[in-house]
Structures are given as structure tokens and as C-alpha cells.
């Protein structure tokens, strides 16, 4: 639990760093698109605490993966709970999105669509390069002189 909990910290140090980069985005984005052009301290102050907050959470749950007795399931379902309740209240807090069941249930369905589709990428991709890896090394093995 201890790795653990120093594995969560240390990712979560390098992915807070993100956070007030993801944030100026989404106020250029909301400039462009909704016509924001001001905003108080406090809609700043709250979305640079939130979202440096989840950037950390999102870099630090990354460790749960290195939990080597929990099941690659449970470590992708814990993995996924924690950031579709971190991203919801970073949104909620900050007023991105209306609290209320259809803003949520899109909300919610768009984030499962997202998430496992990043996952599908993740999974054949490593797929394929672990096919690459095993015919390279059989490959190999048969060229190497057992009997010389």
C-alpha cells in the first residue's frame, strides 16, 4: 500500500502540472465558442485549484495499475469510477456543465463512449506489438546455433 500510495503521488505530481494548461484551453474554448470574455477571481481561482486537482487525480490513478494482485479489470473499473466521479465534479464545480439528469446522462455516456474507446486503442495496439515482439524473438530464436 505504501508503493502504492508514493506511485500515486509521484504520477500525480507530474500530471498536476497539466492542469492550468488544460484550464486556459477550455477558457479559449469558451471565448470562441459561448462568447465568455470575462471572468471573476473566483471562476479563475476555483478553475485552477479544480482542475490542477484532477490533473493530479487523473496522473496518479495511473498507479493503480501497478497493483500487481488486482485484477486488470477491477484496475480499469477503479481507474474508470474515479475519474468519471473526478471529471463530473471538476465540471459541475465549475459550472461547464448544468446539474440536472439529461445534461448528466450525456455527460455520463459520452465519457464511458470515450473512455473505452481509449481503451480499445490502448488494448489492440499493445496487441499488435506483442505479436510483433513474439514472432521477432521466434525469429531469432531459430536463427540462434544451438548446436555449434
Known amino acids: 500500500m505504501k508503493s502504492f500510495a508514493l506511485e500515486l503521488l509521484k504520477r500525480g505530481a ?4 497539466f492542469g492550468p494548461i488544460v484550464l486556459a484551453i ?11 470574455l470575462t ?3 473566483n471562476e479563475v481561482c476555483i478553475g485552477i485549484v479544480s482542475l490542477t486537482a484532477l490533473a493530479f487525480i487523473a496522473g496518479g490513478m495511473n498507479a493503480v495499475y501497478k497493483i500487481e494482485r488486482l485484477p486488470l479489470v477491477w484496475a480499469i473499473l477503479i481507474h474508470g469510477c474515479v475519474l468519471y ?8 464545480v465549475n459550472g461547464w456543465l448544468e446539474l440536472g439528469t439529461a ?17 480499445a486503442v490502448i488494448y489492440f495496439v499493445t496487441r499488435k506489438k506483442t505479436a510483433e515482439l513474439n514472432d ?13
Open 14 to 17: 507530474v500530471g498536476c502540472g
Open 26 to 36: 477550455v477558457y479559449w474554448v469558451l471565448q470562441e465558442t459561448a462568447g465568455v
Open 85 to 92: 466521479l473526478s471529471y463530473l465534479a471538476t465540471y459541475l
Open 103 to 119: 445534461p448528466i446522462l450525456i455527460f455520463s455516456a459520452i465519457f464511458v463512449v470515450g473512455f473505452f474507446a481509449i481503451w
Open 136 to 148: 521477432f524473438l521466434k525469429k531469432k530464436q531459430l536463427n540462434y546455433p544451438f548446436d555449434k
Open 39 to 41: 471572468l471573476t477571481v
